[in-house]
């Protein structure tokens, strides 16, 4: 739905080429978490923990080792020192690092495919247009103007789309208020947007499971923005109001940082400074800026994780989506496959140069998740039955790479945590 929301709008709007409204099942094996969109050269790339390329295609095409060196002198990627630092994006790379975006990501790379086709474009310039895609399905006033082709789906058929929460995972939030912690769901996503999902996912009482509810959070700059530049609102049936200049009691909010919340949450626990362990599952706009510029502790969900339990047999990739039972049963099912095209989200094996032998190397995406989260876990199922004071050992400088993974490290990570020399 996402893919063809924004093909839609590329195709009608901007008048790139029909071909882009057709999707072939085997191409999802293109989208893979960790990748950056080199925007200027239309290129994706794969990078190791020091930003050398591991892989990387040009639109959806594999480069070959050779053009990956022709393009990228010794391997090197001249825009990592600056993407690495802040885990950020410009104008210049974007980074793919939660399935909300993928599909986008295989939408470029067809872009590219199909430019290459008609121009042969040495700079491609088609980002602003699918800025504007971006804008046009999921603008604030989207969900209430029926605006694009998003929201209107969703809206319609939300079982088509839409994975009820688990009864032991509603359990776990009670349990938690219940022992006196106060809860919070802070997201990007409007109120209107947000009501729909939690009501169709945990239940029309799902606001007395959050003590605080803050949408149009608009993460990352919710951690990084100070109350002048993005102070809370209050809502009246989901329009935004005048901003509020401290925040007093819990409730339902718009917008606003984390400075401002930090101190309701003093005032709220009678502590000077509370604990946060904030959730989330995008690198990018939950857990790198909640531990950069708040100092929360935090919680990666990583499907990834499940990736190399259970692979998905081929066969029930094209049923349709209706059909339930897909990801049930005792076995978590991958909710996605390892992609053939990019492979492990965590580990790659590095070519040598000359004739060196060839190295397995963790990618800069495993690196971020020892370095800016506390634990990675694949689902918040995986801890919902475990005791509230259970002890989880932590991701730390001093502790083995895989220490944070609950409850196992991905195999991938497993044979011998130094890189190993394959033959």
């Not at 070959?64 to 802040?86: C, D, P, Q």
């Not at 039972?325 to 390892?338: H, L, N, S």
């Amino acid at each position: 739905l996402i893919y063809d929301s924004f093909a839609h709008y590329m195709v009608t709007e901007k008048g790139y080429d029909e071909d882009l409204l057709t999707l072939a099942p085997d191409s999802l094996d293109f989208c893979c978490k960790g990748l950056v969109l080199d925007i200027e050269e239309g290129n994706f790339l794969k990078l190791a923990e020091d930003g050398t390329v591991l892989r990387a295609s040009h639109g959806t095409k594999s480069m070959t080792s050779e053009e990956i060196l022709e393009m990228y002198g010794r391997r090197e990627w001249k825009h990592f020192n600056t993407v690495s630092g802040m885990v950020s994006r410009t104008a210049k790379y974007y980074l793919y690092d939660n399935y909300f975006d993928l599909p986008g990501a295989l939408l470029c790379a067809r872009v590219v495919d199909c430019l290459d086709q008609h121009d042969g474009q040495k700079k491609y310039d088609f980002w602003k247009d699918m800025v504007a895609a971006i804008q046009h399905n999921y603008k604030i006033t989207a969900f209430k103007e029926d605006c694009g082709m998003y929201f209107p789906e969703v809206k319609k058929h939300p079982d088509k789309y839409l994975q009820r929460c688990p009864e032991s995972v509603k359990k776990w939030l009670k349990q938690l208020k219940s022992a006196g912690k106060i809860l919070l769901l802070i997201t990007s996503s409007h109120s209107d947007y947000c009501r729909l999902l939690c009501e169709h996912i945990i239940g029309n009482d799902f606001e007395e499971y959050f003590d605080i509810v803050i949408t149009n959070a608009l993460k990352p700059g919710f951690f990084s923005h100070t109350p002048n530049q993005r102070p809370f609102r209050t809502l009246e049936n989901d329009e935004e109001q005048e901003a509020l200049l401290s925040l007093d009691k819990p409730g339902w909010y718009s917008q606003g940082n984390a400075i401002q919340l930090y101190e309701l949450l003093k005032k709220m626990t009678g502590k000077l400074d509370p604990k946060v362990v904030y959730f989330g599952d995008s690198m990018h706009s939950d857990i790198f800026p909640a531990h950069h510029y708040s100092n929360w502790e935090t919680v990666f969900i990583l499907e990834e994780l499940l990736g190399d339990e259970v692979t998905v047999p081929a066969e029930t990739e094209s049923e349709p989506l209706e059909k339930k039972g897909k990801y049930e049963g005792d076995q978590p099912q991958a909710p996605y496959f390892v992609s053939e095209q990019w492979g492990s989200f965590f580990m790659d094996r590095l070519p040598g140069l000359e004739n060196a032998e060839e190295t397995l190397v963790c990618t800069w995406s495993c690196k971020c998740i020892s370095t800016y989260s506390t634990i990675a876990i694949p689902t918040l199922e995986a801890i919902a039955d475990l005791p509230l004071d259970y002890r989880f050992t932590r991701f730390s400088p001093n502790s083995s790479a895989t220490a944070g993974y609950y409850p196992s490290p991905p195999r991938a990570l497993l044979p011998n945590e130094e890189s190993v020399t394959m033959k």
